[in-house]
């Protein structure tokens, strides 16, 4: 796992997200009230919506195209719909955050 | 001579079964034979005839019971019934035809009627006799669970079916940690498939209720009392309260015993007789063609029959029954009927709006309907069940068939109430069978007025209630202005119990300032909102504080935050403001530079009358914009779109009023406009009418005497004409007028509705009082307006100059 630093929470607006660049695509990263941080790939499991656009409360975000809520712990749309979203390991230090990504397999 | 008076022995009826069923059998007999039979009627509940339908909102305390008594003792006293309450009969001699009483009581008969009704099935599982174990059927049942919950704690509802999710959800109003066990993988799997099963239970979660699906009990815990559930993959579940719903058991006993034909239920012919031709039976205790019934409607029609017979009419026929239920938690919406799950030779139409907890599904088998469940909007609930029970052939307006009759061939006009437009011989009450007709008779010819009046007269909705909106429907359109209904509240979403309306008044008298703020303030559940909260408050602050008031950029649809429309594959769309649509070479150049530049995949002339870049990347929107140099065409806002124009007097040989100008000025004069919903305007020189002004929110067109002025029109989803607001001679009161209009509308549509469907819901003549007759609030109204629009920027223009970040490129580029 390499571990790569995004820049401060605060480029992040609260209730939204931003994404970042990666070699494995975008990268949706959401904040909350509480100033936890989730990163998710940045493609609604619908029909590919960006999600870092989304509304975001507590543990969900509402995607900007449908609507479609994804529950960002476990990655999953929540009922009735159906799928499932990439998620990936955050790290905040000192008000710096960072984002895990694992080796890509060759 | 003296001749002797006999008075002939009037025949005797018992009943045995003080119960919905029962008594409603004896109330038909009345109305047809009042002085037929001596009637005595045992009951073994303490209470005179109540309404058990209305339990849960007894338990939920939404409900006094008082409330729910059918019958009062003096209905009794007065028709010369003799009533014994609290008495059981223990047994029927059908030789010397008379019952006797577990206390000792005989009364004799001619006919016997059963109505003893159901009772609560008990899971055979250990220790289901352990105290804390409770069912839900009387109000015996109801009192323990109200003192029960007076403690607090957990309870566990076994049984995720109606009753068990009516229980929950009045345990939890109650206070009380609730817990639905249910075998299947979805509540109420007799009524709804898995994707509405998934909608209901998130909803119930939201209201606290917590679910465990696909468990099944094995073994009640404790020793004095319940302490806790086992299930049979060994899991177990601590609770203070047991609630066991798993299903209802036919109470035959009696009949039984009597020797009288039995299976689950009492066995009745078409007559409603046993096989002892002088008991009849009626309600949840007998079994007609093969089949039981736990829901009122059908009862209820038994009820009339078997009345019809002891009356000696001996007319009527009982031939079975279509039932559709509905759930009673207060705030989900939800109608189930028929084969709801579709599957082979079935065909589906379906429409899900997740975001709106919306679903409906329709089952078709050869172009009839057979069967469908509405989820979260239930107003086609009685017109879908009439096509079912009618076998319509629907392959004219399957398209339109979730939406309704209102939607039948006419999608050229809104407005009406959908009760209005039902036929006379529609079934409005599905408990009690009462069709439109019946009602709107009964309201003219009976003079009634209320609600409750029109319960006492029909019954219609006097049962479960779930169709009492559609009573008041039928009230409002039939009494027209006479008819005044407190209007009923609803919540804004789910993050607040508040409406909307509640929601603006504290905004407004607690002078809050932000949608942090609001949320903290009211107690929001989420702190964060939801999709449907955070756009509407925010609209709410910056309508109530247009200069202190926060614009959340996070609460704004990703349209209003991009400033730009999202597109299907993530890019925008940009669509520059062109007053009235009119533009100039040097201006057409320099967007066919721009869109040339930067590949924009398509330039289009959209249906305002505008250009429209389309496939924009968000990291280019800047760029563009500066290179631009135009201002935002909103095109994407809940705010002011475009002024259509068409050539007016400048050019057209028929024009007879200036509407270019005219167009220019209304679209600088309101530019940057942010409102409930879309703003559509137009202005035609003519009546000709060519810029379409009729299906505007705000249309104008030109006469010779002046400008006539139209609100209220839409040509999206519902078309619906504008009408007329009034007549003015000058541009300057063109304006005026607009503006007065719009803020009113600003001020007062709920987020979301457009100004058609405000229009009719506030209606004309209040909107005419404001903004046409009183130019002191006309005046007002406008100064409002110029207020709110000071306080604005041009997007656009503050995005390039650095002020405002609509965050274009993305956080951070990691190289591979
Ligand atoms: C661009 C345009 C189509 C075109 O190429 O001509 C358009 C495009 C969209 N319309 Fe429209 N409408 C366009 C003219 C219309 C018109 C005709 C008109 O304005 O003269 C109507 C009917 C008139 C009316 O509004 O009463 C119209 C009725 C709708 C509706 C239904 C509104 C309703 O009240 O029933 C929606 C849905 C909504 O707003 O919720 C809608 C929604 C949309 C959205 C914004 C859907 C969305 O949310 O993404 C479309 C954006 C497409 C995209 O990917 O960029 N569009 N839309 C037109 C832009 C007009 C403009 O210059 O500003
Ligand atoms: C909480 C709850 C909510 C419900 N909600 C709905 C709803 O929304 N819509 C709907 O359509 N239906 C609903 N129902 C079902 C509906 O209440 C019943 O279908 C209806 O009450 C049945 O009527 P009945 O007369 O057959 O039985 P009951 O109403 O149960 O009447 C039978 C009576 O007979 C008495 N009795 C039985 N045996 C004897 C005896 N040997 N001697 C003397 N008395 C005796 C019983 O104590 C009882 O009082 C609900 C039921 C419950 C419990
Ligand atoms: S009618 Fe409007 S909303 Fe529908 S596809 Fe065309 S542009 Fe999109
Ligand atoms: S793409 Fe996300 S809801 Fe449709």
Redesign the pocket.
Known sequence: MEWLALGSIEEIPALGGRYVETPQGQIALLRNEKDEIFAVRNRCPHRGGPLSEGFVSGHTVFCPLHNWQIDLEKGEAMAPDHGCVKTFPVRIEDQQVWLGLEEEAP | MNPVSVQPRKARLVVVGNGMAGIRAVEELLKMAPDLYEITIFGDEPHPNYNRILLTPVLAGEMALEETILNPLDWYAEHGITLHTGSRVAMIDRVKRRVVTEDGRVAPYDRLLLATGAAAAIAPIPGNDLPGVVSYRDMADVAALIRDSGLGGEAVVIGGGLLGLEVAHGLRARGMGVTVVHRRAWPLDKQLDARGGALLQRAMEARGVRFLLGKESAAVLGDTRVRGLRFTDGGEIPTDVLVMTIGIKPRIELAQAAGLQCETGILVNDTLQTYDPRIYAVGECVQHRGQTYGLVAPLFEQAKVAANHLAEYGRMRYQGSVTSTKLKVTGIELFSAGDFMGGDHCEEVTLLDGGQGVYKKVILRENRVVGGLLYGDTGIGPWLFQLMRDGTDVSAFRDTLVFGETHLGDSGHAGESQAARLADGAEICGCNGVSKGSIVKAIREQGLFTLEEVRKCTKASASCGSCTGLVEQLLASTLGGFYDSTPKKKALCGCTDLSHQEVRDAILEEKLLSVRQAFAYLDWRHPGGCATCRPAVNYYIRTAWPAEGVDDAQSRFI?ERAHA????DGT??V?PRIYGGVTSPAELKRIAEVAERHHVPMV???????L?L?GVKKEDLPRIWAELDMPS?H??GKAL??V?SCVGTEFCRFGVQDSTRLAIELERGLERMWAP??V?L?ASGCPRNCA?ST???FGVIGVDSGWELYVG???????RAADLLCKVKTHEEVLEVAKAFLQMYREDAQY?E?T?PWVERVGLDSIKAVVVNDLESRRQLAARMDFALSQEKDPWAEAISGRLDIHAAPLRRIPA
């Open positions: 349209n429309n999202i597109q299907r925008y769309s669509v289009k002339f959209t249906g305002g009358q505008r429209d389309l065409g095109a994407y779109r475009t259509k919903h879309k559509k137009a379409e299906i505007k929110d029109g839409n040509g999206g989803m519902k078309v979301l457009r058609a």
